[in-house]
């Protein structure tokens, strides 16, 4: 089996690990370049992304299946999506201990970016994994493994992230306070106590620290072991590609919709003309059955016309902020943290400042936003931490005469 330990992005090198059966040893091993091929390699494969081109939470939502499973990711995930859910795979691991998953969303396109990496080699990933779901550390632990320039931190259950080695000391950090008594062990690859001491200065754990087998085969053991907890992309992607096969997937939906807004307008006038209750309940269900089955990721109908008529409005939604597209700072710090969301851009004439306003549910990831913004942009002035309907908000004003 090969497995690819993906770079940054899929136009950088990839490392690659030929496991022997039963991911007993290493057969061969190394790097490939971008338009290149591993020689003898075609066919199926195992593909590990960097996972901060995801997001990663904890679905605690007790599910019965994989499909109510991911419904409830779509719902979790809803208000720090970059884009629309259409244009999202969700995807869970198995459930594990008091029926907890790892949920993770992923941009579409990014994805097929992957995947069509992996086809110019010739090879088809039969799951797609996050690296930093791979880490598996025992209930109340946590793993830090450096991977040369990006660090992989897990609290397995807990969820986890990857970002940039240069910001990590700073993250970890604050991101391990939070957790608090949840927490009693550190296990860290590629980084010392030493390295990490002011972080870890205050915190009552057990540090150990290993450098027992190289970081990407370790990760290739881990993935060819096919862990039952990591959410595997690929798996959810090709479920969604088969339910929307046909090129008339989208027609179909809005004439869901359509079909749906008119069946309502109908029960309107049946009631108002007619004033028989019964007719209008009975076409009220009829359009609302149809809603459902044209959008089944909306649990709740309140206002059956508002819901219906906001569908179609966001169906004709432009798919990119001409804004953030247009400038290349902004647009890769966004890239690089998903769970952060650029909520006000404002622009101070007199002074030529541009004040900003980031927010994201996980107040570590929009730390280490804020410090890509100072080490992109240099000097930035950066407002106090506020909590703006249950996310972690703050002010960053960057430029000026």
Same mark, same amino acid.
């Given at each position: 089996?090969?497995?690819?330990?993906?770079?940054?992005?899929?136009?950088?090198?990839?490392?690659?690990?030929?496991?022997?059966?039963?991911?007993?040893?290493?057969?061969?091993?190394?790097?490939?370049?971008?338009?290149?091929?591993?020689?003898?390699?075609?066919?199926?494969?195992?593909?590990?992304?960097?996972?901060?081109?995801?997001?990663?939470?904890?679905?605690?939502?007790?599910?019965?299946?994989?499909?109510?499973?991911?419904?409830?990711?779509?719902?979790?995930?809803?208000?720090?999506?970059?884009? $629309?859910?259409?244009?999202?795979?969700?995807?869970?691991?198995?459930?594990?201990?008091?029926?907890?998953?790892?949920?993770?969303?992923?941009?579409?396109?990014?994805?097929?970016?992957?995947?069509?990496?992996?086809?110019?080699?010739?090879?088809?990933?039969?799951?797609?994994?996050?690296?930093?779901?791979?880490?598996?550390?025992?209930?109340?632990?946590?793993?830090?493994?450096?991977?040369?320039?990006?660090?992989?931190?897990?609290?397995?259950?807990?969820?986890?992230?990857?970002?940039?080695?240069?910001?990590?000391?700073?993250?970890?950090?604050?991101?391990?306070?939070?957790?608090?008594?949840?927490?009693?062990?550190?296990?860290?690859?590629?980084?010392?106590?030493?390295?990490?001491?002011?972080?870890?200065?205050?915190?009552?754990?057990?540090?150990?620290?290993?450098?027992?087998? $190289?970081?990407?085969?370790?990760?290739?053991?881990?993935?060819?072991?096919?862990?039952?907890?990591?959410?595997?992309?690929?798996?959810?992607?090709?479920?969604?590609?088969?339910?929307?096969?046909?090129?008339?997937?989208?027609?179909?939906?809005?004439?869901?919709?359509?079909?749906?807004?008119?069946?309502?307008?109908?029960?309107?006038?049946?009631?108002?003309?007619?004033?028989?209750?019964?007719?209008?309940?009975?076409?009220?269900?009829?359009?609302?059955?149809?809603?459902?089955?044209?959008?089944?990721?909306?649990?709740?109908?309140?206002?059956?016309?508002?819901?219906?008529?906001?569908?179609?409005?966001?169906?004709?939604?432009?798919?990119?902020?001409?804004?953030?597209?247009?400038?290349?700072?902004?647009?890769?710090?966004?890239?690089?943290?998903?769970?952060?969301?650029?909520?006000?851009?404002?622009?101070?004439?007199?002074?030529?400042?541009?004040?900003?306003?980031?927010?994201?549910?996980?107040?570590?990831?929009?730390?280490?936003?804020?410090?890509?913004?100072?080490?992109?942009?240099?000097?930035?002035?950066?407002?106090?931490?506020?909590?703006? $309907?249950?996310?972690?908000?703050?002010?960053?004003?960057?430029?000026?005469?």
């Amino acid at each position: 089996m090969i497995v690819l330990i993906a770079g940054n992005t899929p136009e950088e090198p990839m490392a690659w690990v030929r496991l022997q059966a039963g991911a007993t040893g290493v057969a061969a091993s190394g790097m490939v370049a971008s338009g290149d091929a591993i020689r003898g390699a075609q066919g199926e494969c195992l593909l590990v992304i960097p996972g901060f081109d995801a997001q990663l939470r904890r679905l605690a939502t007790p599910t019965r299946s994989a499909a109510q499973a991911r419904a409830a990711a779509a719902h979790l995930f809803k208000d720090s999506l970059a884009t $629309d859910t259409v244009d999202t795979v969700f995807a869970v691991g198995g459930a594990g201990e008091d029926d907890g998953r790892l949920a993770a969303a992923m941009s579409r396109g990014r994805l097929t970016a992957w995947l069509d990496r992996c086809a110019a080699m010739r090879l088809k990933p039969l799951a797609v994994y996050l690296d930093c779901s791979l880490l598996a550390p025992d209930r109340g632990g946590i793993e830090v493994l450096r991977l040369g320039d990006r660090t992989l931190v897990s609290a397995g259950e807990l969820g986890g992230f990857t970002m940039d080695s240069g910001l990590a000391p700073a993250v970890m950090g604050q991101w391990m306070a939070q957790l608090g008594a949840t927490i009693d062990a550190v296990r860290l690859q590629g980084w010392t106590r030493a390295d990490l001491a002011p972080q870890l200065g205050s915190l009552r754990v057990d540090v150990t620290e290993t450098d027992a087998e $190289d970081p990407p085969i370790r990760l290739a053991r881990l993935a060819a072991r096919r862990p039952a907890l990591a959410p595997d992309l690929a798996g959810a992607s090709s479920e969604r590609s088969q339910a929307s096969a046909s090129p008339l997937a989208a027609w179909g939906l809005a004439a869901g919709l359509a079909v749906a807004l008119g069946l309502l307008q109908i029960g309107i006038t049946t009631w108002d003309g007619m004033r028989d209750a019964a007719s209008a309940e009975a076409v009220h269900a009829a359009s609302e059955k149809a809603f459902r089955e044209a959008r089944p990721e909306v649990k709740r109908v309140n206002n059956l016309r508002a819901q219906v008529t906001a569908a179609l409005n966001a169906m004709k939604r432009p798919a990119a902020n001409p804004v953030i597209a247009a400038n290349p700072l902004i647009s890769d710090v966004l890239q690089l943290h998903p769970d952060v969301q650029l909520d006000e851009v404002r622009l101070d004439a007199p002074g030529r400042t541009v004040d900003l306003r980031l927010s994201s549910l996980l107040q570590p990831q929009l730390d280490s936003a804020v410090e890509g913004l100072r080490q992109a942009a240099g000097q930035i002035d950066v407002g106090p931490m506020q909590a703006i $309907d249950g996310r972690s908000s703050v002010s960053v004003s960057m430029g000026g005469a």
